[in-house]
């Protein structure tokens, strides 16, 4: 069982940043490929970020390439998404999840989700 905290979230204007963190229980966490993924109003939960167990594979959705960067802290337990250049179109909630597969990018891989941290971008 994985328990999956995140946290970061916020209010920040168009071009600025923010740094999400999803903290993560148990001492298995090296052993998930762990992802972000973002649901706004009205619209289907989506994939954002996702990095492999040892953290050497990355993968993006388009959207996000350049502007966003995914990383993980074993020592610590946790995932970031480092997120500049934000847009309106970034508004969203923000759920951190993670996997028993090395990677994956799409929602049905994941076998344990966190809460969801808000992130709003005004223009």
């Known amino acids: 069982q994985v328990q999956l905290v995140e946290s970061g979230g916020g209010l920040v204007q168009a071009g600025g940043s923010l740094r999400l963190s999803c903290a993560a229980s148990g001492r298995t966490f090296s052993s998930y490929g762990m992802g972000w993924f973002r649901q706004a109003p009205g619209k289907e939960r989506e994939f954002v970020a996702a990095i492999s167990w040892s953290g050497d594979g990355t993968f993006y959705t388009d959207s996000v390439k350049g502007r966003f960067t995914i990383s993980r802290d074993s020592a610590k337990n946790t995932v970031y998404l480092q997120m500049n250049s934000l847009k309106p179109e970034d508004t969203a909630v923000y759920y951190c999840?993670?996997?028993?597969?090395?990677?994956?990018?799409?929602?049905?891989?994941?076998?344990?989700w966190g809460q969801g941290t808000q992130v709003t971008v005004s223009s």
């Open positions: 999840a993670a996997t028993r597969l090395v990677v994956a990018t799409t929602a049905h891989l994941y076998n344990y």
